[in-house]
Nanobody, 121 residues
Framework: VQLQASGGGLVQAGGSLRLSCAASGFTLDYYAIGWFRQAPGKEREGVSCVSSSGGSTYYADSVKGRFTFSRDNAKNTVYLQMNGLKPEDTAVYYC???????????????WGQGTLVTVSS
């Protein structure tokens, strides 16, 4: 059972990146998928979450209107499109799977390894 996050990189402020999170060993259809991020010296925080059905999507206030979460169950992959990136978005981004969307990251069962996003000013 594995989640593989990818797509991070270095981008200038105002730029865009698309993160991917691919699952292997289990089917994402049955899980809510959350994206979290952790900046150096800061607590891990929730960025977005989509329900297993895809019917509900949640965003942190700090990313609303800039980030878009999508899932492709046929590819067993979810995506986080990040537009209008700001230096404060710099962090390691993680995807995680749980039965439902939870704000508490401790509740999540499976985690990707993280992908670094760096936004320069």
């Amino acid at each position: 059972v594995q989640l593989q996050a990818s797509g991070g990189g270095l981008v200038q402020a105002g730029g865009s990146l698309r993160l991917s999170c691919a699952a292997s060993g289990f089917t994402l259809d049955y899980y809510a998928i959350g994206w979290f991020r952790q900046a150096p010296g800061k607590e891990r925080e929730g960025v977005s979450c989509v329900s297993s059905s895809g019917g509900s999507t949640y965003y942190a206030d700090s990313v609303k209107g800039r980030f878009t979460f999508s899932r492709d169950n046929a590819k067993n992959t979810v995506y986080l499109q990040m537009n209008g990136l700001k230096p404060e978005d710099t962090a390691v981004y993680y995807c995680a799977a749980h039965r439902i969307c939870e704000t508490d990251y401790h509740m999540y069962d499976y985690w990707g390894q993280g992908t670094l996003v760096t936004v320069s000013s």
